[in-house]
């Protein structure tokens, strides 16, 4: 069955330090993999995808995430945190179920930035 | 524009109440989802409608009811709900593969 695990449940940095979020995944074909941020009370935003192509990928707000087939991960990169990265991160996989893109979350990585 | 609208920002109701949650986009996309999001948990998919017809349940019970007027818009009528129902309530669209999700509807069921 398809799955997303990210491991890490609430993460500390500190600001203008790098960031790493793991994400890995469990699917029977080439995914789509997505990451979301979701600020408190608010709906998610999209912040990167891989479809296909080249495995590093840039998203908005500084993110890039890289795709590791032979790792099953998707991997999200930061190298300087600031203190409005604070917030709820979804790594998620798509392409099952039709045309329609429904999308797997994982659990979620809460990210705390130290002043 | 990658904008998804929800109204209203909050909705406190009683669980005799109905009320409808709304839902637009202008985006052209052909598929929008409804979501069902509790505190600290990633967000749970109810219905999916494509090309305007229900597509997908996902066992959701029928004191949420899904409608889908026209390609732009997306409710959600609420009917008897329970406490438990209280959660924040998420709007989606897709072109393709990529959702873009409104900004969400807080009900509180009383």
């Known amino acids: 069955a398809q799955s997303v695990t990210q491991p890490d449940i609430h993460i500390t940095v500190s600001e203008g330090a790098s960031l790493e979020l793991r994400c890995n995944y469990s699917?029977?074909?080439?995914?789509?993999l997505f990451w979301y941020v979701q600020s408190p009370g608010q709906g998610l935003q999209l912040l990167l995808k891989?479809?296909?192509?080249?495995?590093l990928v840039q998203g908005i707000k500084g993110f890039e995430a890289e795709f590791k087939r032979s790792q099953s991960s998707f991997n999200l990169r930061k190298p300087s945190v600031h203190w409005s990265d604070a917030a709820e991160y979804f790594c998620?996989?798509?392409?099952?179920?039709?045309?329609?893109?429904?999308?797997?979350f994982g659990k979620g990585t809460k990210l705390s930035v130290k002043p | 524009d990658t904008e998804v609208t929800q109204t209203p920002k909050h909705l406190v109701m009683g669980m005799t109440n109905k009320k409808s949650l709304k839902c637009e986009q202008h985006m052209g996309h052909r598929a929008m989802y409804w979501y069902k999001q509790k505190a600290k948990k990633p967000p749970e998919l109810m219905f999916v409608?494509?090309?305007?017809?229900?597509?997908i349940n996902e066992s959701v019970p029928s004191r949420f009811s899904p409608e889908c007027p026209n390609s732009s818009l997306l409710n959600l009528h609420l009917h008897a709900l329970q406490p438990e129902d209280s959660a924040l309530y998420l709007c989606?669209?897709?072109?393709?593969?990529?959702?873009?999700f409104g900004p969400g509807t807080r009900l509180t069921v009383t």
């Open positions: 989606a669209s897709s072109r393709a593969r990529e959702q873009y």
């Open positions: 998620a996989v798509g392409g099952y179920g039709g045309s329609q893109g429904n999308l797997i």
């Open positions: 891989y479809f296909s192509g080249d495995t």
């Open positions: 699917y029977g074909a080439t995914p789509y």
């Open positions: 409608y494509s090309y305007e017809k229900l597509s």
